[in-house]
């Protein structure tokens, strides 16, 4: 996940002001959050899960993730699919405080790829609401999980992606906890 507000600030510097990137499935996405995808892809991450797909081969695929660890296990969970690596079916997401990732084509292909797919959300959490999607275009993907006040269960409000009233309201850097 983001590592503190330097972090945070960074994420939304690189997104925001970076050129988009094409994501081979459809659509863009921040070039920081792909080039994050691939440098853990690449260095390991996929010789671990090809091994582990060919042991147990029967098993659901579980991603998940907290602030940049959500925006990666997103990009992980559509690119497994994309390449066949797994069954669209068998794929299951589930993030917490995760920024934006794409643009909307790419929050459209991504909510067809995985279809289990959910990102919860606590109120007055910044993180979710950057990059900006009036300022720079990026949109949600999957169902959010809105806790309105706390952590409480039954306390939550489910949003589908293009929802805006029922779910977070913006937040000042100020309030952010």
């Not at 691939?38 to 671990?48: L, T």
């Not at 993180?127 to 900006?132: A, Y």
């Not at 309105?148 to 779910?167: I, K, N, W």
Request: glycine share 8%; hydrophobic share 40%.
């Amino acid at each position: 996940g983001t590592q503190g507000m330097l972090q945070l600030f960074e994420e939304a510097k690189q997104s925001a002001m970076k050129a988009w990137s094409v994501w081979p499935f459809g659509g863009q996405v921040s070039k920081y959050f792909k080039q994050a995808f691939f440098k853990i892809w690449d260095n390991g991450m996929k010789a671990d899960f090809k091994a582990l797909r060919e042991k147990y081969p029967d098993y659901e695929v579980w991603m998940t993730g907290h602030s940049l660890g959500g925006a990666i296990a997103s990009l992980a969970a559509s690119y497994m699919v994309g390449t066949r690596m797994v069954n669209q079916t068998m794929v299951k997401l589930l993030t917490f405080g995760q920024p934006r990732v794409g643009d909307r084509e790419f929050a459209d292909m991504h909510s067809k790829q995985i279809e289990f797919a959910y990102r919860v959300v606590r109120w007055r959490d910044l993180v979710p609401q950057i990059p900006s999607r009036d300022m720079y275009g990026y949109h949600h993907q999957g169902t959010e999980v809105f806790y309105t006040t706390s952590m409480y269960p039954r306390q939550f409000v489910l949003c589908e992606p293009r929802a805006r009233t029922q779910c977070r309201k913006p937040v000042k850097i100020a309030g952010h906890r």
